[in-house]
Structure formats: C-alpha cells, structure tokens
C-alpha cells in the first residue's frame, strides 16, 4: 500500500497553449517535449493510514495549497471511495516558477499511488490520467522526446526518440524564483477568450509540430532551434496580447535571450525557449554546453543556473 516514484520535469519545444475541454482538461494543440535527467521529483504515496483526510509534505513542510489537485487526481484513478492518502514530495529545483513542477509531480504521483494500490496500468492509460490534471505532466510518463497528439476526444502520446539517440543538453537560467502571479491553467484561458491571436494559433500548431519531428527525425539542430524558438515566442505573443496581458518575463529573461542570439552569432548550437514563467531554457549540442552555462550564468540579473541532459520517464522505484 506504499510507493514511491520518480519523475522529472519536461520542456516543451513546441508549447501546449489553450484547452479544447477544461473540465476534461484535453488540451486544444498537439505538443512536442524533452524530458529531463537532472531535475526530479520523488513522490511517496502511503495508502495504508487512517487519517481523516490526505496529507500532503512537500520538501518535508505540509503544503495544503496544493493538496485539492493532488486529491482530484487520486480520486480520477483510485475512485472516491479510496481510503486518504499521505503523499510526500521532494523536488530539487524551485516549484511554480515555471520549471515544469506541476509535470513531474503528477506524473510522479500517478505512478506512485497506482503502484500503491497494485494497479495494472499502462504507461500510456497513466498518462492520460495524468494529463486530466496537468496537460504537460502526460509527457513525463515518457523519456526523450515525446510527442502529446490531441486527437480527437482523449489524447494519445508517442515517444518520437529515446533520449539517447540525441544527447542534448539544457542550461536552465533562474531569473526569479518566486511563485508566479497567474497559474498557467487560468492564463491559457484567458488567452483563449481574450487574445486575438488565439485562433491562429491553433490553426497553425500543426504546421510547426511537423516541421520539429522531421528536424528530430533528422538530427537537425539548427531546424530544430528556428521552429521551437519561432513557436516560443508566438505563444508568448498571444499572452502579450490577452487582456488583460500575461507577461511572465522579466528583464533578466530578456537579456537571456541576447546571450543565447550572441553565442549563436559566435557560431554556437544553441537555442531558446521559455514557459510559463520567466525562466529561460537554452537547449544545446553537448559540445558547446560549458560556454552556453558560463554565458548565461554571467547574465546580470540571472540567480542561478542548472544544467541537466535528457532522461527517461516515470518510473516506480519502491513499492512495500
Ligand atoms: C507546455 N506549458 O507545453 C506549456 C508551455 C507552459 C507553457 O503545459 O492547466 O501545468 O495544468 O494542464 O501543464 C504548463 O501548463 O497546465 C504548460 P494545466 P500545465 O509545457
């Protein structure tokens, strides 16, 4: 009645940006993920206890901010008449500062509480049970790059390479650790009800998620790097233009971004994305890793820097 996971957050190349069924959570666009090796999340969950109501420890302190998603998400796959639940977290990167924690989280608990209560499940029926409470944590169940297909009524996901086929690095750029102002889950929807922009975004997604899994199919970094920072920036075009606006960056972000177009003008295989939230992430070939970490890492404004390679997905690691 206890286990624990491991999971680790994912970037996504080409973003997942709006819902097409919010109570459901179906996301309105296909997206295409790496999934990291470096930043993780250990879940525990004990089902064996006689509590009154879930508990929830994250980095050992009760966290119940979080805990209403957490127990929708173990009442979608244990039912409700479950007995409660003392879930632990540890994560060692910052959570909410758009860092993908919600991703390994989820898909770390959905793993863990099915291997508690002995359920047969399939990674891609965990998924999908994941994915119902947060989009992006459907693509952490798989390793290397992922791709999350929005088809039709549920959403199907493919795993496009394993992560050793294409050893890129990701040099993370902490520009601000504290929480951020509005969640992704009510930005996307004020995109979709308010952004002009936002129909032509969806119209459009399929275009770009094309043109990345060819460049992956490929090899292609520098194909790779002009589709995934051009479908960056768009999804952060139709924040900018909602009302009201949601703009995560900061100026530190900004200057990020110069030191990634500098080095690429020195001829560096470098290229950048950022999520919900004001961190920068500059995805690289290995071999030009170490100036891409020193460049960013003496960017004023910028507090820390991480660096990770990618990694595999969920998997349980204890179960008593
Ligand atoms: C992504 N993001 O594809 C995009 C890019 C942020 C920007 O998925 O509402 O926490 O819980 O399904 O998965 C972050 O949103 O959203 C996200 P919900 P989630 O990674």
């Keep these: 009645m206890r286990a624990t996971a491991i999971a680790q957050p994912n970037i996504a190349l080409i973003k997942y940006w709006g819902k097409r069924d919010v109570v459901r959570n179906l996301p309105a666009v296909g997206s295409i993920s790496i999934t990291l090796s470096e930043l993780q999340t250990q879940m525990s969950v004990d089902l064996d206890t006689d509590l009154p109501g879930d508990v929830l420890l994250v980095n050992g302190g009760e966290e119940p901010r979080f805990l209403p998603r957490i127990s929708a998400c173990l009442n979608d796959l244990l039912g409700e008449q479950r007995s409660f639940a003392r879930i632990s977290s540890h994560s060692n990167f910052p959570m909410a500062a758009g860092l993908a924690s919600s991703a390994s989280a989820f898909s770390a608990l959905t793993m863990a509480a099915a291997g508690a209560a002995d359920l047969s499940l399939s990674t891609r029926e965990l998924a999908r049970i994941a994915g119902r409470a947060s989009g992006s ?3 952490s169940l798989y390793g290397g790059f992922v791709e999350l297909k929005n088809d039709g009524d549920s959403i199907e996901l493919e795993s496009l390479m394993d992560a050793e086929s294409w050893p ?8 601000d650790t504290g929480r951020k102002e509005t969640g992704s889950t009510e930005a996307m929807e004020i995109s979709r009800k308010t952004s002009p922009f936002y129909d032509d975004w969806i119209v459009r997604q399929a275009t770009d ?3 990345a899994r060819t460049a992956i199919e490929q090899r292609d970094f520098a194909g790779l790097a002009a589709i995934a ?7 952060h075009s139709i924040m900018w233009a909602s009302r009201p606006p949601i703009v995560y960056w900061k100026a530190a972000t900004m200057r990020c971004l110069q030191t990634v177009r500098r080095l690429q003008g020195e001829g560096r295989s470098v290229f950048f994305t950022i999520d919900a939230g004001p961190q920068v992430k500059a ?3 290995p071999e030009d890793t170490e100036v ?14 991480m660096t990770s390679g990618l990694g595999a997905g969920a998997r349980l690691v204890k179960k008593t």
């Design 137 to 139: 944590a459907a693509r």
């Design 168 to 175: 890129l690095q990701v040099v993370l750029a902490i520009t």
């Design 209 to 211: 998620l094309d043109a």
């Design 229 to 235: 920072e051009h479908n960056c920036l768009k999804m």
């Design 283 to 285: 995805v690289c070939l």
């Design 292 to 305: 891409v970490r020193e460049a960013l890492s003496t960017t004023p404004g910028v507090k820390q820097v």
